[in-house]
């Protein structure tokens, strides 16, 4: 619960109106009830959030308001706003101690409001944050250092030596820090021998990692996740990789060892990326692209599409001369008699 006056200065906005009314929740406009937070984007959302029973409204910086409507909050960009009063209404949960069956070493270092729920494994020397939270059947390995206000979804592994900034939040099954796939390969007998893999996983501040999603440590040195990434449900980073600031990866993408995403760069569904690939800031990548070993991708906002990726409009018209050609472009679908 928060006054209006408190959620303006959360997200920067030019308050309008009288009311200075308490705010216990956002919700759609439809739901909206006499304590709630909504949100419009244009001309006809606002004139619909205006007239709904919600307390106040997000609304753009340029929106007209009637005299005398009630009250509303100036914002850029509503949406974000809408987002980020949305967290800061959540109410915190309350720390629920250690489990009866949880097993927790005697050398860990557990601070104050941690969770532990029921069969969770806490190993030799890991450190939980203030305020960590892990839900049921999680297993952090040996020296593992999870950061304040983490929160451990059911059922997920952290190898050990694994390292997390703050609020990062990882999804249930998810499996941090296991071995990377690396292996040296006898000429002679054609038997695999596997590289040392004894490096790290270093994962910033605010990541959130999707459900059954798995990251590799570094072989020899460190894998790392920056501030700020998102990562779908069943995305794969491989060994040594190094993932930029406020990267965004949808499902089922993979990522094979020693690839660099740099900074804002957003990646679709189903994306491939061979080893040692660079994908520059703020690249896109689309759905189902795939990215060869080795290859450079720059340019900030442009858009890569195909196997292999090249740029959209290269892309294009690869399907037009396909189309052209095999005559597919101009097939109706009637029966002729």
């Known amino acids: 619960m928060a006054k209006l006056s408190e959620i303006a200065g959360w997200v920067a906005a030019e308050w309008t109106g009288s009311s200075d009314a308490e705010i216990v929740r956002v919700s759609s406009i439809i739901g909206a009830s006499a304590d709630s937070l909504v949100f419009a984007e244009n001309h006809a959302s606002v004139v619909v959030a205006l007239s709904s029973q919600a307390a106040a409204a997000l609304v753009p910086m340029d929106a007209q308001v009637p005299e005398g409507a009630k009250p509303v909050l100036r914002v850029p960009q509503p949406r974000l706003a809408f987002a980020i009063a949305a967290l800061r209404l959540r109410p915190e949960p309350a720390s629920e101690g250690i489990h009866p069956t949880a097993i927790v070493a005697e050398t860990a270092w557990v601070a104050s409001g941690v969770s532990i729920a029921a069969h969770a494994v806490i190993g030799e020397n890991a450190h939980l944050g203030e305020g960590v939270r892990i839900a049921a059947g999680c297993v952090v390995g040996d020296g593992v250092h999870l950061g304040a206000h983490t929160r451990l979804y059911p059922r997920v592994v952290i190898y050990p030596g694994t ?9 249930a099954g998810a499996v941090l820090g296991a071995d990377g796939f690396g292996y040296v390969r006898d000429a002679s007998t054609g038997e695999y021998t596997q590289f040392p893999q004894q490096g790290t996983l270093v994962i910033e501040d605010d990541v959130e990692i999707g459900a059954n999603t798995t990251i590799d440590r570094g072989a020899l040195e460190e894998t790392r996740i920056g501030r700020g990434t998102k990562l779908d449900n069943l995305v794969h980073i491989g060994h040594n990789c ?23 760069a957003i990646l679709g569904g189903q994306v491939g990326i061979g080893e040692h690939a660079l994908i520059g800031p703020g690249v896109i990548l689309g759905g189902g692209a795939g990215v060869l070993s080795g290859k450079k991708l720059r340019g900030p906002g442009e858009v890569f599409w195909g196997r292999p990726a090249q740029p959209l409009k290269s892309y294009l018209r690869g399907l037009a001369a396909v189309k052209k050609l095999t005559g597919t472009g101009n097939q109706g679908t009637g029966n002729r008699d």
Request: hydrophobic share 30%; no cysteine.
């Open 242 to 264: 190094r993932i930029g600031r406020n990267v965004v990866m949808a499902s089922q993408t993979g990522i094979s060892g020693s690839t660099t995403v740099e900074d804002g």
């Open 163 to 171: 390292r997390t900034g703050e609020r990062v939040v990882v999804h």
